[in-house]
């Protein structure tokens, strides 16, 4: 396969950036936004030297919610993971398939109370990974 040519990069980067800027960055390096099958996280991957594929991460947060499962696991979404990402080795086709699938689940940033629910679910999700890490060095340590 052919590396993608450096005009190529250059303008899906740009793209990518202008078609989630309305969207809630945070500081891991992912967006965020809210759609009609819940919470959605975007993590683009920037092109560069020697790249062949233009990919474009997305994730689902709550693939227990029923909007998710009534809808977007028929789009293609994973129904464990959540997972729906992006893969093409035309940037162009890239950047088509994420307005595209942007499209379909209306996606839209977030409010203020959505963003702050997103905060505590982090925070929640933390805590317990954090306990869970606990149990297992409790068990691990002589």
């Not at 162009?92 to 942007?102: H, I, N, Q």
């Amino acid at each position: 396969m052919k590396p993608i040519p450096k005009s190529a990069r250059v303008i899906f980067n740009a793209e990518v950036a202008l078609i989630l800027e309305p969207f809630t960055p945070h500081p891991d390096g992912t967006v965020r936004c809210m759609t009609d099958c819940g919470p959605l996280t975007i993590r683009p991957d920037p092109l560069e030297h020697g790249d062949t594929i233009a990919t474009v991460f997305t994730r689902f947060r709550d693939t227990d919610n029923p909007a998710f499962l009534s809808r977007c696991e028929s789009l293609g979404a994973a129904r464990i993971s959540g997972k729906w990402n992006t893969h093409e080795h035309d940037p162009e086709a890239a950047t088509r398939s994420l307005v595209m699938r942007l499209g379909w689940v209306h996606a839209r940033a977030l409010t203020e109370s959505e963003a702050r629910e997103w905060r505590d679910h982090d925070a929640a999700e933390a805590a317990k990974w954090g306990r869970a890490m606990d149990e297992v060095m409790k068990h691990a340590t002589p």
